[in-house]
């Protein structure tokens, strides 16, 4: 329990880092342009090897790398380890090859998530290992929570999972292993017509933070009980360290690349521009599935997005993995394996029950602890 000055300091603190690692914004996005990844360019990061430059630790983070990959490790409560992506996606697919970190009211999070607070995530509550909760917001929109659903899976803290998002201007899907889990759509009711859908270049964020530091957060009089009990109760700390791994991330831009600008203030994706070149000039990153096909590959985890003159697309996965390779086939209904561990896949549902805090709540309850109790 923390109740001293010293106390409501440590509370501060750790709750600007989870801000600034995860939620927070602190420019105009149309006064600035954002390096784009670009069509086709597959970023492929295998933290088994270490660091790597196309990664941007935030402000306080350490993370360590062994032979498991990256090691996002909290010791004491004000710990929140936080990395994002170098550079932005304008829609695009995601997949990370992680284990959640354990631990009552400690939460792994995988993100992506704009500079005008749109956002779709993964979340684990250490708390459980039986479930992953996907959620999304849009524009930093926090006044209704039933958007978060949670997806049943095997020993998340325990077992390697690959998770996916992919995300366009119509519809974004979740996938565990390959398996769809959920889809939202553009004109979805949850996402009021698209007021709310997710639309503008993001960055890929992950990290391991404090949902619930202590006791006095955890008491129905605190303003923060119910991100603690979301959390499942308070933290302990001590001779345990609490540890989210991840092995690789590979990262696919939809968009023309260059540098993503916003050419008005309505944060609509058709107002998205770029410098980049989609089929040999530039365009809006709106159209990035341009008429005629297209086919992008490079080193590592490969995924071509193929797009028919006819508006249907097919997305192609292929898979490097140490021991072996694999290739999934969106659309055509088939795929096969060879050899070795599956560890960066693709592809597509709907599970059922709903959490009532996100990450960004999770926030700004943060920001409102004025009188001292650490719950980040």
Known sequence: MLSTPLAATAVLLSALSLVNGQTFTDCNPTTKSYPGYGKGNT????????????????????????????????????????????????????????????????????????????????????????????????????????????????????????????????????????ALQRTLLFGDALALGGKNYPQTPMRVKMGNWVGCASAAANQPSSPTYGTCQWAGG??????????????????????????????????????????????????????????????????????????????????TMSTATGTGSSTKSTGSGSSTTSGGPLQATSNDGNGSKKSKYGVIDVAVIALGLGLGYLVM
Not at 275 to 280: H, Q, V
Not at 300 to 315: D, E, M, P, V
Request: aromatic share 12%.
């Open 234 to 315: 308070p933290a302990t700390f001590g001779a345990t360290t609490w540890t989210m791994l991840v092995a690789n991330v590979t990262i696919n831009d939809f968009g023309c690349g260059g540098e993503y600008t916003y050419s008005d203030m309505t944060g609509d994706w058709q107002s998205i521009k770029s410098s980049g070149t989609c089929d040999g000039g530039s365009s809006s990153s709106g159209s990035a599935t341009s008429a005629g096909s297209s086919t992008q590959t490079t080193s590592g985890a490969i995924l071509a997005q193929t797009s028919a003159s006819n508006g249907t697309s097919k997305t």
């Open 43 to 178: 970023v492929f990061t295998d933290f088994t090897k270490g660091a790597s430059t196309d990664w941007d630790e935030e402000a306080g983070t350490t993370i360590s790398y062994s032979t498991s990959g990256a090691e996002f490790n909290i010791k004491v409560a004000t710990d929140a380890p936080t990395i994002q992506s170098s550079k932005y996606i304008m829609f695009g697919q995601v997949d990370v090859f992680l284990k959640a970190s354990p631990g009552q009211g400690i939460v792994s999070s995988f993100i992506l998530e704009s500079d005008d607070l749109d956002e779709i995530d993964w979340e684990w509550l250490g708390s459980t290992d039986t479930s992953v909760e996907s959620n999304f917001f849009g524009k930093g929109n926090t006044t209704t929570y039933d958007r978060a659903i949670y997806h049943n899976v095997a020993s998340p803290i325990e077992t390697w999972h690959n998770y996916s998002i992919t995300w366009t201007a119509e519809s974004t899907k979740w996938y565990i292993d390959g």
